[in-house]
Nanobody
Framework: EVQLVEFGGGLVQPGGSLRLSCAAS????????MSWTRQAPVKAREFVAG????????RYPNSVKVRFTISRDNVKSMVYLQMNDLNVDDTAVYYC?????????WGQGTQVTVSS
């Protein structure tokens, strides 16, 4: 059974930072493309970061580029999202995503709220 468990969300003031973590099990993590997506109320889910399994290449949309950094630890089967200079538009539920053997899996999500 594939399990993705996110943690590290919370309430942060504008300009602050948070680091999200995701623990993966049930997949060959080192062969999985890992991503973070987010969904704000009444908005569609949005891709925010991805990291390849082969060369650890990363990709980001312009909305978070420079501010967010995704990384992975294939030994621990963990993926991280460092988020800096957060603003109110970053408020959303953040989901860890694994793409493995042509299937996509998501965790339950962790809430990030940016507010003063």
């Amino acid at each position: 059974e594939v399990q993705l468990v996110e943690f590290g969300g919370g309430l942060v003031q504008p300009g602050g930072s948070l680091r999200l973590s995701c623990a993966a099990s049930g997949v060959t993590f080192s062969r999985s493309i890992m991503s973070w997506t987010r969904q704000a109320p009444v908005k569609a889910r949005e891709f925010v970061a991805g990291i390849n399994w082969s060369d650890a290449g990363t990709r980001y949309p312009n909305s978070v580029k420079v501010r967010f950094t995704i990384s992975r630890d294939n030994v621990k089967s963990m993926v991280y999202l460092q988020m800096n200079d957060l603003n109110v538009d970053d408020t959303a539920v953040y989901y860890c995503q694994a793409d493995y053997l042509a299937k996509t899996y998501w965790g339950q999500g962790t809430q990030v709220t940016v507010s003063s």
